[in-house]
Structures are given as structure tokens and as C-alpha cells.
């Protein structure tokens, strides 16, 4: 069951620094964004963040959200 979860957070690694590495491009352009590229880093912000989410979930089993709130 382990291994599994080893796989999976490993692949989650890769996207995530694709994501990454995407995101500090779009931060580092020397001009104003335009509102499309605007858009596209914060989509890839928060596919960062739902990434670490989701790591964090998998590695602990704890829920980052309390969810009874929204209840």
C-alpha cells in the first residue's frame, strides 16, 4: 500500500514542478502580463496549491479544510 502512495506523491512531484517552473517564468517576463497571461499564472498557483493539498493529504491523512464549517 505504501509504494503506492510513494507513486503517487512522485508523480504529484513532477507536475508540481512543472507548475512551477511554468509559474516563475510568467513571474520573471520583464513586461506587464497580458490579462490571458495574467489568468494563466494564477491557474498555475493554484494547481500548486492543490497539489501540496493533496501531497499533504496522502502523506498524513488529515484534511487541510474543516469541513463541518460548510455544512
Given at each position: 500500500?505504501?509504494?503506492?502512495?510513494?507513486?503517487?506523491?512522485?508523480?504529484?512531484?513532477?507536475y508540481?514542478?512543472?507548475?512551477?517552473?511554468?509559474e516563475?517564468t510568467?513571474?520573471?517576463?520583464?513586461f506587464?502580463?497580458?490579462?490571458?497571461?495574467?489568468?494563466?499564472?494564477?491557474?498555475?498557483q493554484?494547481m500548486n496549491?492543490n497539489?501540496?493539498?493533496?501531497?499533504?493529504y496522502i502523506?498524513?491523512?488529515?484534511?487541510?479544510?474543516d469541513?463541518?464549517?460548510?455544512a
Open positions: 500500500m505504501r509504494k503506492k502512495y510513494k507513486t503517487c506523491i512522485e508523480v504529484l512531484d513532477e508540481q514542478h512543472t507548475f512551477k517552473v511554468v516563475q510568467l513571474r520573471k517576463q520583464p506587464s502580463l497580458t490579462r490571458k497571461e495574467r489568468a494563466e499564472l494564477v491557474f498555475y493554484e496549491r497539489i501540496e493539498m493533496i501531497k499533504k502523506e498524513t491523512g488529515e484534511e487541510s479544510i469541513w463541518t464549517k460548510w
